[in-house]
């Protein structure tokens, strides 16, 4: 699919936005804003996974996490309720971040609704855009921030989350992600994982 100029110049400012983060991360030997870098893995991800996407789900998975650091989990009560609401501010912080770029770029409301549509995860498991989303969403943690995430929790933890990741993903997401490399360790937590959840 062509990419369009709108769609440039929409990923320069969602990157922009991102370039703010005051947290970084080191990668290849290079700092990156960290929201920056997860704005381009979400690119990469995508375009290897579903290189026909909509210019919506393009841009959806681009600005899935513009500017998260003005919404810290910290502002929230540390349990799942606190959890949840925090997630569910997230999402409506994200559309109106993502929906006045969209416009100031020119692009039609019919464009920003389903951008808006997807950030929210409408109608995920039915509708194919959505659930596309969600599993590069499930794709990128398990390539690039899996690893870490494992050394910081206890195993019943990283397997309840391994759990809850692979439920979240379609058939052809799961067998993505059965093909990235993983260290033995992680490989050999994804498959307790994923057996004890069949059983």
Same mark, same amino acid.
């Given at each position: 699919m062509?990419?369009?100029?709108?769609l *440039?110049?929409?990923?320069?400012?969602? +990157?922009?936005?991102?370039?703010?983060d005051?947290?970084?991360?080191t990668?290849?030997?290079?700092?990156?804003p960290?929201? /920056? *870098?997860?704005?381009?893995?979400?690119?990469?991800?995508?375009?290897?996974?579903?290189?026909?996407?909509?210019?919506a789900?393009? /841009?959806?998975?681009?600005?899935?996490?513009?500017?998260?650091?003005?919404?810290?989990? %910290?502002?929230?009560?540390?349990?799942?309720?606190?959890?949840?609401?925090?997630?569910?501010? *997230?999402k409506? @912080?994200?559309?109106?971040?993502?929906? &006045?770029?969209l416009?100031?770029?020119g692009?039609?409301? +019919?464009? &920003?609704?389903?951008?808006?549509?997807?950030?929210? #995860?409408?109608?995920l498991? #039915?509708? #194919?855009?959505t659930?596309?989303?969600?599993?590069?969403?499930c *794709?990128?943690?398990?390539?690039?921030? @899996?690893?870490?995430?494992?050394?910081?929790?206890?195993e019943?933890?990283?397997?309840?989350? &391994?759990?809850k990741?692979w439920?979240k993903?379609? /058939?052809?997401?799961?067998?993505?992600?059965?093909?990235l %490399?993983? %260290?033995?360790?992680?490989?050999?937590?994804?498959? #307790?994982?994923?057996?004890?959840?069949?059983e």
């Amino acid at each position: 699919m062509a990419t369009s100029e709108k769609l *440039l110049e929409a990923f320069h400012l969602f +990157d922009q936005a991102n370039a703010k983060d005051p947290n970084v991360e080191t990668y290849n030997k290079k700092i990156y804003p960290k929201e /920056l *870098l997860y704005a381009m893995r979400m690119t990469d991800v995508l375009d290897e996974f579903a290189p026909n996407a909509s210019e919506a789900l393009k /841009l959806a998975a681009r600005c899935q996490h513009i500017c998260r650091w003005e919404i810290p989990r %910290s502002n929230y009560e540390a349990n799942r309720a606190g959890y949840l609401k925090w997630r569910q501010e *997230l999402k409506k @912080f994200h559309v109106k971040k993502a929906s &006045i770029i969209l416009g100031q770029v020119g692009y039609a409301q +019919d464009v &920003i609704d389903k951008v808006e549509f997807l950030l929210l #995860k409408k109608q995920l498991k #039915k509708s #194919k855009e959505t659930q596309t989303l969600e599993d590069i969403i499930c *794709l990128v943690f398990l390539n690039h921030y @899996f690893e870490p995430f494992k050394q910081k929790h206890p195993e019943d933890k990283v397997v309840d989350i &391994i759990q809850k990741t692979w439920r979240k993903m379609s /058939l052809e997401g799961q067998k993505a992600a059965l093909e990235l %490399s993983f %260290s033995e360790n992680a490989k050999e937590l994804i498959t #307790k994982a994923i057996a004890d959840g069949e059983e």
